[in-house]
């Protein structure tokens, strides 16, 4: 999709240093398109806020373009490129009131004051604020602040809306219910948004597409399903969600599967993704709600046994950390239910996974 030029957002050979010497963005390509929700994730360090910053104008590409709608902006500054930013934190101006916060973006542009009014009236409904037009920021709670900060980055009515981290600040819970309102408000407006985060669950959330960083190279490019169930690589299978890996050799390659010989001498079939060849050093992936604990008879091509360490109830499962291949904190994700398998801590178990559930990536972890 980099290379599709109907795409409302395009980064074309991108990179960026700041010293000449260290490019925090290496060669990066991105096409994103008219109406989608993309968000940029990634640890600390890892180029993606620097993308959006040169994307906002913050930043200028050392090498490469960025093209939006069609045009070159590298060259444009931030105030003419006519694209909404929210921020972690929020950025509102004290000294005026929500509803005054709303109009400035309306003012600058020149709007007649029953437009203006409009306007901000339409957006504080859209954020469920209609009635605290007259309140200032600081008469706000964090929440409502962000809510204020969205509905100002989209009150003039922008194709394009970049989000840099902006529920960091806000509690875990405000913080969940905030990316269902986002999502809710992108779907029904179908405005571009460009989104940066480190949350890899927000980025599920909320996301048509995410594209994950690390040290200024995009790992992976794929909607929430396909960057959890598909990981190209180790890197992607660590970060995005939780992940038990088996180090191991490649002993044979069979079409799309392989047997690997892991530390302690099991053989685990498992699928080829990115494995060096026969001989090769590989990192299994395998999710801790693909494994069954017990199987029956013939269920799981894979069988090992391991060593139940802990037990943790969490309502709607049971946490099981196992020893197992060599590694002492694989896990297992027990169903909570009337049937679900009893365990105790210290006990013996078989352990079992379907070969297609299990990914041979590369070492480098």
């Known amino acids: 999709m980099a290379n599709d030029n109907d795409a409302y957002v395009r980064f074309e050979n991108v990179q960026k240093s700041y010293d000449g010497e260290n490019l925090v963005v290496k060669d990066f390509n991105l096409a994103v398109q008219s ?15 620097t993308c959006l ?17 069609g045009t070159s902006i590298n060259n444009v500054p931030p105030w003419k490129r006519e694209i909404g930013m929210v921020f972690q934190n929020y950025a509102l101006f004290p000294h005026l009131t929500v509803g005054e916060n709303l109009a400035y973006p309306l003012q600058v542009r020149g709007l007649d004051k029953s ?6 009236k339409i957006a504080l409904d859209m954020v469920q604020l209609g009635a605290f037009g007259g309140r200032r920021p600081g008469q706000l709670s964090g929440g409502q602040q962000q809510r204020v900060a969205v509905a100002r980055a989209l009150v003039f009515e922008p194709k394009l809306v970049l989000m ?11 913080r969940e219910q905030m990316q269902y309102e986002i999502k809710h408000i992108h779907e029904n407006l179908g405005v571009t948004v460009v989104y940066v985060t480190h949350d890899q669950s927000e980025a599920l959330t909320m996301s048509n597409r995410v594209c994950v960083f690390d040290d200024g190279v995009v790992q992976q490019l794929a909607p929430p399903d396909e960057l959890y169930e598909k990981p190209q ?6 970060f995005i969600g939780e992940n038990n890996k088996l180090m191991g050799e490649v002993m044979e390659v069979n079409g799309e599967e392989c047997d690997v010989k892991v530390e302690t001498g099991e053989i685990i079939r498992s699928l080829a ?11 299994l992936s395998l999710r801790p ?3 069954t604990i017990k199987p029956e008879a013939g269920q799981c091509p894979n069988n090992v046994q391991g060593e139940v360490k802990e037990l943790i109830y969490l309502g709607d499962h049971i946490r099981a950390r196992l020893a197992l291949c060599g590694q002492d904190e694989f896990i297992v994700k027990v169903p909570n239910s009337s049937t679900h398998t009893q ?16 990914r041979a990536l590369d070492a480098q972890v």
């Open 289 to 291: 709600e693909r494994v």
């Open 53 to 69: 910053m040169m994307l906002a104008g913050f930043e200028t590409a050392t090498s490469g373009e960025i093209i939006l709608d």
């Open 233 to 238: 690589n180790a890197f992607v299978a660590q």
């Open 164 to 174: 840099d981290e902006p529920l960091g600040a806000l509690d875990k819970q405000l």
């Open 115 to 120: 437009t203006i009014d409009q306007k901000v």
């Open 273 to 283: 993704v990115n494995i060096p060849g026969v001989g090769g050093k590989t990192t």
């Open 343 to 358: 365990l105790q801590e210290g006990e013996t178990v078989n352990v079992g996974w379907l070969s297609s559930d299990c």
């Open 35 to 49: 109406g989608e929700f993309l968000t940029m994730l990634g640890p600390s360090g890892s180029g993606k806020t």
